[in-house]
């Protein structure tokens, strides 16, 4: 199925390829990071008509003016998930003495993924899921159960005339930081153990624009009302369809916390000192293999909430 696999096409404006399954699943490099097929790795695949689906990647935010400007394409082809397991075992069959070490279906997928080793990939994986369930799963117009296939456009349409468009589920999270900006509230859910702590986060409801779901959010979840809020940043979060819009929140670190909604077990205001103390700890941890059930858990480096805090503490000496 498939021949002489590449870790980087010689050619770099040869297309790349991401093999998608559909449980979201993908190749990965021995170091974690995305394994790209190139064209000849994919030429007995589209032949034997084992791709559910494909679809291009538009240049990411990652990109550098290099990559956008170079003419290579990202695709993504979405596969069954045992054509993804597959795949992996004839390219290790194919490349025995592969120096960057065997390529490996993943089992976690995207949400470990290494953004800080791997930002570009991961850029191109998020993209990948967030489309994988209009290209697969979105056949059928959900009003009328017409079939909608894909036009030239990339949109469904059905017979009758009707788009079928992607859903896509905007969600707001907020860096809730004091007046002075020298401290942030972090929050634990109660469905989390009692030492991890991460940002405001939820769904924007119907009839609200941003700020107002930001302000709400922070409210039910903390009691604390809302001075003023800067958009900083967003990301494609794609469980399950999620797009996260990233602010900055300032309120009045002296009223009391109120945990109105439930949600949240305990909100804690950190300095970043005790936010660097906290990563450095972890990163010790992970590195000797260790695991101290006591020590504070921060959000993930795959997580934009931990790119939030990482942006934070690049401004504190």
């Known amino acids: 199925m498939i021949s002489s696999p590449e870790h980087t096409p010689a050619d770099t404006h040869a297309p790349r390829y991401l093999l998608i399954s559909r449980e979201g699943e993908t190749l990965l490099n021995d170091d974690g990071t995305l394994h790209y097929l190139t064209g000849s790795d994919t030429a007995e695949l589209l032949a034997e008509d084992a791709i559910l689906a494909r679809s291009v990647i538009r240049p990411a935010a990652y990109s550098t003016d290099a990559e956008k400007n170079s003419g290579a394409e990202v695709h993504a082809l979405y596969c069954e998930d045992d054509t993804l397991q597959a795949v992996a075992e004839e ?163 002296n009223e009391p916390i109120i945990h109105h909604d439930g949600e949240i077990r305990t909100a804690r205001w950190f300095t970043a000192e005790q936010l660097r103390e906290a990563i450095a700890i972890s990163e010790e941890h992970s590195n000797s293999g260790q695991d101290d059930p006591a020590k504070l858990e921060l959000p993930g480096t795959n997580a934009v909430a931990r790119r939030m805090l990482d942006e934070w503490l690049a401004e504190k000496p």
Request: net charge negative; with cysteine; charged share 25%.
């Open 91 to 253: 390219l290790n069959a194919a490349e025995s003495n592969r120096p960057e070490g065997p390529v490996q279906a993943s089992t976690s997928g995207f949400r470990y993924y290494p953004v800080h080793r791997d930002p570009l990939g991961r850029a191109h994986y998020a993209t990948a899921l967030a489309r994988r369930d209009y290209l697969i799963e979105m056949r059928y117009s959900a009003y009328t159960g017409e079939e909608a296939p894909i036009g030239r456009r990339g949109i469904r349409r059905t017979a009758s005339g009707e788009m079928v468009f992607p859903r896509i589920e905007p969600a707001v999270m907020g860096l809730v930081m004091s007046r002075d900006g020298e401290r942030v509230l972090l929050a634990n859910n109660r469905q989390w153990h009692p030492n991890r702590f991460a940002l405001i986060a939820g769904f924007v409801d119907p009839g609200e624009n941003l700020e107002e779901a930001i302000a709400r959010e922070v409210y039910e979840e903390t009691g604390l009302h809302t001075l003023s809020t800067e958009y900083r940043m967003s990301d494609v979060w794609p469980f399950p369809r999620s797009l996260m819009i990233c602010y900055r929140v300032t309120v009045d670190e």
